[in-house]
Structures are given as C-alpha cells and as structure tokens.
C-alpha cells in the first residue's frame, strides 16, 4: 500500500555518565548507518521487503543524525559534569518516506549507539 504522507515519530537516547572527580569534557553521540550501511536512506527489514526511513537530530527533519561526517550530523554535549551521576537525553525524530509500496508487516533495523569522551 503506498502512504500518501510521510509517517514521523520521535524516541530518546539517554547517555549516563557517573563521574567521580569534576570535569570538563565534550560527548559525541553517533548513530550507525544499521542493515543498510547507508544514511541516505536507512532501511527497515521484514524478510526480504525493504522500507526507507530516517532518523535526525531535529524536528524540522533536515539533519539525518550520522556520525558527523559525509552529510550527516552528530549530538554533541560539552559540560562541567560534576561529582555524581548526569544523565544527557537526546530526543530523535524518525521518518518513514511517503511513496513506499513496501507490503504491511512488522518491519525492523539495529541502529548502533556509539558515545565518545
């Protein structure tokens, strides 16, 4: 069946961080490109049917959240953190392209989080 409008969703990403000393320090948190190996588009799988999606770092859909480099963005968090446990929410905004003949079913990615320092 082909969706005559794109079909958004948001989610979270919270990053936890227990410090035992004060700190200053800069977090990058980079999502991977999952079974596609791609960020323009990612897919989502059910079997062999295929469906093209996004996830960005913004509500207005114009970054695609990457690792920062070939045309995608990357969350970054630079702070004092001090002694004790900070947790750094991350809200992603996720889009599933109008257009799609992909047959009805559950469809899933494996997106990896990677959190630097």
Not at 37 to 42: A, I, K, L, M, T
Not at 51 to 75: E, I, P, Q
């Amino acid at each position: 069946m082909l969706t005559p409008t794109p079909r958004d969703s948001t989610g979270s990403v919270t990053v936890t961080c227990t410090v035992l000393i004060g700190l200053l320090i800069t977090i990058n948190t980079d999502l991977g490109t999952g079974i596609s190996g791609s960020y323009f588009p990612r897919q989502m799988a059910n079997g062999t049917n295929r469906l093209n999606y996004n996830l960005y770092t913004d509500a207005s859909y114009s970054t695609v959240w990457g690792n920062g480099n070939g045309g995608t963005g990357r969350r970054t968090y630079s702070a004092l953190l001090t002694i004790g446990t900070t947790n750094i929410p991350y809200t992603f905004y996720g889009r599933i392209p109008a257009g799609q003949g992909s047959p009805a079913g559950v469809y899933n990615d494996n997106v990896v989080v990677t959190v630097t320092f």
